[in-house]
T-cell receptor
Framework: IAGITQAPTSQILAAGRRMTLRCTQDMRHNAMYWYRQDLGLGLRLIHYSNTAGTTGKGEVPDGYSVSRANTDDFPLTLASAVPSQTSVYFC????????????????FGPGTRLTVL | GQNIDQPTEMTATEGAIVQINCTYQTSGFNGLFWYQQHAGEAPTFLSYNVLDGLEEKGRFSSFLSRSKGYSYLLLKELQMKDSASYLCAVEDSNYQLIWGAGTKLIIKP
């Protein structure tokens, strides 16, 4: 593994189903992030984690949950998917997060294209 | 509220120079990032400005004026591979990134 990987690459999901998007980094970064990107809008932060064992809510957290059991993995779960969650989801990581008093450069995974029907 | 404004789309000619502007209104300011994103790919880091002035990095330069809430990305000697979206992001008082919608740059031969 080099950098950040995400799985799956794309997924079509029926509304109401549960789905977990996976994200793994091998850079030993402390901070990790989940964004969604929709046409005409900027990247919007869903959840973040400044260090293993802690998580925080971003701008659009409703309908999503995350966990950070270790440094490398940061899965994003949609408990009951709805069509408005159709989007491209990017995971990112940085050496330090907001708890360090500054934000380092964020490095992004390749993204997961999710369609909820 | 927090707002980042960039032009939606720009067109330029191969070999020319283009300036992509970004204006922002955020709750606090701790720095400004520019990222490049090719269609269907992840954003990749281009530059970071925290002090006023120009930062030059090869064919790309980024300028910041904190008093005006303004930045620009300058691309010189444009190449076809520079066709991409350019994202402006401001680090607010909570050290979270607020992202603009991006500027799609089309390069014509």
């Amino acid at each position: 593994i080099a950098g950040i990987t995400q799985a799956p690459t794309s997924q079509i999901l029926a509304a109401g189903r549960r789905m977990t998007l996976r994200c793994t980094q091998d850079m030993r970064h402390n901070a990790m992030y989940w964004y969604r990107q929709d046409l005409g809008l900027g990247l919007r932060l869903i959840h973040y984690s400044n260090t293993a064992g802690t998580t925080g809510k971003g701008e659009v957290p409703d309908g999503y949950s995350v966990s950070r059991a270790n440094t490398d993995d940061f899965p994003l779960t949609l408990a009951s998917a709805v069509p408005s969650q159709t989007s491209v989801y990017f995971c990112a990581s940085s050496d330090e997060g907001s708890s360090g008093g500054h934000t380092d450069t964020q490095y992004f995974g390749p993204g997961t294209r999710l369609t909820v029907l | 509220g927090q707002n980042i404004d960039q032009p939606t789309e720009m067109t330029a000619t191969e070999g020319a120079i283009v300036q992509i502007n970004c204006t922002y209104q955020t709750s606090g300011f701790n720095g400004l990032f520019w990222y490049q994103q090719h269609a269907g790919e992840a954003p990749t880091f281009l530059s970071y400005n925290v002090l006023d002035g120009l930062e030059e990095k090869g064919r790309f330069s980024s300028f910041l004026s904190r008093s005006k809430g303004y930045s620009y990305l300058l691309l010189k000697e444009l190449q076809m591979k520079d066709s991409a979206s350019y994202l402006c992001a401001v680090e607010d008082s909570n050290y979270q990134l607020i992202w603009g919608a991006g500027t799609k740059l089309i390069i014509k031969p």
